[in-house]
């Protein structure tokens, strides 16, 4: 499809989706949540892409939720059948099998930092803040926030930040294990894409095997886990990046991988 409200684009191996509605302090609407499922796909099925990012344009805000402006004309049909798009779409950030990064550009609230909760990890620029309000307006945290806040900071430490919809900055969610790295402004991209050579110069069939064994591993009790990750090691094991792996180390080059 064609994109109005993000951006797609790509450099090297890495994928980059930026939701695009800077005005709208990039809220998420539905044509936005129907772009973002689009986008998904469209990096999935390209085996050229081996990581993606996911950011925003402007340097105010990552993604600050719903569209209330949007909603608030709504009948309560058309909330309802937006709100299944939404868990959609929230469930496809969360469930991408390839690693996806959030490059946090500003404010990351409720679906917004939702979003960047279901990356597989996040790098903040300082301008950058997050928070769970939707208690205040008498909803609870709809887009996997009740689940993967737990699973990231922890139980009580969520449960704090959830019934109190406190705002934190950039610098108190790195103190607290919820964002890996914290840059100024003007170096988010330069820090991200840093990163993002680093883990697409790997294995691509590897990097999503490894984030299947740690996602759905940390579910299980420890024997199901290690047969779980002996299973994907199998699946690499069978590929010709594998075979192209030692052979490139034997002969003291870089590798050439290509996704199978």
Same mark, same amino acid.
């Given at each position: 499809m064609e994109y109005q409200n993000i951006k797609l684009t790509r450099e090297g191996h890495v994928a980059i989706m930026a939701i695009n509605r800077p005005g709208a302090m990039n809220a998420l609407s539905t044509q936005t949540a129907r772009?973002?499922?689009? #986008?998904?796909? *469209?990096? *999935?099925?390209?085996?050229?892409?081996?990581?993606? +990012?996911?950011?925003?344009?402007?340097?105010?805000?990552?993604? +600050?939720?719903?569209d209330l402006k949007e909603r608030k004309?709504? $009948?309560?049909?058309?909330?309802?059948?937006? @709100?299944?798009?939404?868990? %959609? $779409?929230? $469930? /496809?950030? #969360?469930?991408?099998?390839?690693?996806?990064?959030?490059? +946090?550009?500003?404010f990351a609230l409720g679906g917004g930092c939702e979003f960047a909760l279901g990356c597989d990890f996040i790098i903040a620029s300082e301008k950058a803040s997050f928070g769970l309000p939707e208690v205040g307006l008498a909803i609870i945290p709809g887009g996997g926030g009740t689940q993967l806040m737990p699973r990231v900071?922890?139980?009580?430490? /969520?449960?704090?930040?959830?019934? $109190?919809? %406190? @705002?934190?900055?950039? %610098?108190? /969610?790195?103190?607290?294990?919820? +964002?890996?790295?914290?840059?100024?402004?003007?170096?988010?991209?330069e820090k991200t894409m840093e990163i993002m050579r680093e883990i697409t110069k790997n294995g691509p069939v590897a990097l999503q095997q490894a984030? @299947?064994?740690?996602?759905?591993?940390?579910?299980?009790e420890l024997h199901t886990?290690? #047969?779980?990750?002996?299973?994907?090691?199998?699946?690499?094991?069978?590929t010709e990046d594998r075979d192209e792996g030692l052979l490139a180390f034997n002969e003291k080059r870089k590798p050439v991988y290509k996704g199978r």
């Open positions: 772009e973002i499922l689009s #986008a998904l796909e *469209e990096m *999935e099925l390209d085996d050229n892409v081996f990581a993606a +990012v996911f950011t925003a344009e402007g340097d105010k805000a990552f993604c +600050v939720g719903a004309n709504m $009948t309560r049909e058309e909330m309802k059948k937006q @709100r299944a798009l939404f868990v %959609r $779409t929230f $469930t /496809a950030v #969360a469930e991408f099998p390839k690693p996806l990064v959030a490059a +946090v550009n500003g900071i922890g139980r009580n430490l /969520a449960k704090e930040l959830i019934f $109190t919809g %406190r @705002r934190i900055s950039a %610098r108190d /969610a790195y103190k607290i294990g919820l +964002v890996n790295h914290v840059v100024p402004a003007d170096q988010l991209m984030k @299947r064994s740690i996602n759905l591993g940390l579910e299980l886990a290690l #047969a779980l990750e002996a299973e994907c090691y199998n699946v690499c094991l069978a």
